[in-house]
T-cell receptor
């Protein structure tokens, strides 16, 4: 079967750095997406990786290792507004997205 | 602003009744999707459409039907609602049928409770 694993919840301090991990086992791989979802709102796109390595976009970076079936989202200089759930999704061989359950990130002052 | 509009925002429905959730996008995206989101689970694909006139079944299609008469609209119908269909429903669209780095864009969701 297909599976995306992320930690359920993480806590970090304002101004710090946090890394959210995602491991996946899917039928095929055609890219990995990270989304942010604030409580009661729609998911919004953060990043996309299809090749191994690091993609940097401002305070957010995403890393992919296809051989390990592993990705992480790195958030730097954390702000209170970063409190949200972070969703990892893999595009499979049918070009459909398989979603993890999300990681709820709590930022403390 | 441009994007995806879902209606209604929320609804309470008696079991056994039918209901159509509406979804309209103005981005001229080819592909559209319906997901349900339940606590502790990832988004699960119900139905999708890669282009107007075609639809396909996702992971959890039972009890739901869709149509795609034109590019902009992708309604989701529950023919006879059951309590297990209580969920938050998200409609999404993307610029292609799923290839490349084109992300899916989401509507604000419909919160549906079946009693």
């Amino acid at each position: 079967g297909q599976n995306i694993d992320q930690p359920t919840e993480m806590t970090a301090t304002e101004g710090a750095i946090v890394q959210i991990n995602c491991t996946y086992q899917t039928s095929g791989f055609n890219g990995l997406f990270w989304y942010q979802q604030h409580a009661g709102e729609a998911p919004t796109f953060l990043s996309y990786n299809v090749l191994d390595g690091l993609e940097e976009k401002g305070r957010f970076s995403s890393f992919l290792s296809r051989s390990k079936g592993y990705s992480y989202l790195l958030l730097k200089e954390l702000q209170m507004k970063d409190s949200a759930s972070y969703l990892c999704a893999v595009r499979d061989s049918n070009y459909q997205l398989i979603w993890g359950a999300g990681t709820k990130l709590i930022i403390k002052p | 602003t441009a994007g995806i509009t879902q209606a209604p925002t929320s609804q309470i429905l008696a079991a056994g009744r039918s209901m159509t959730l509406r979804c309209t996008q103005d981005m001229r995206h080819n592909a559209m999707y319906w997901y349900r989101q339940d606590l502790g689970l990832g988004l699960r694909l119900i139905h999708y459409s890669n282009t107007a006139g075609t639809t396909g079944k996702g992971e959890v299609p039972d009890g739901y039907s869709v149509s795609r008469a034109n590019t902009d609209d992708f309604p989701l119908t529950l023919a006879s609602a059951v309590p297990s269909q209580t969920s938050v429903y998200f409609c999404a669209s993307s610029d292609t049928g799923g290839s490349g780095n084109q992300p899916q864009h989401f509507g604000d969701g419909t919160r549906l409770s079946i009693l």
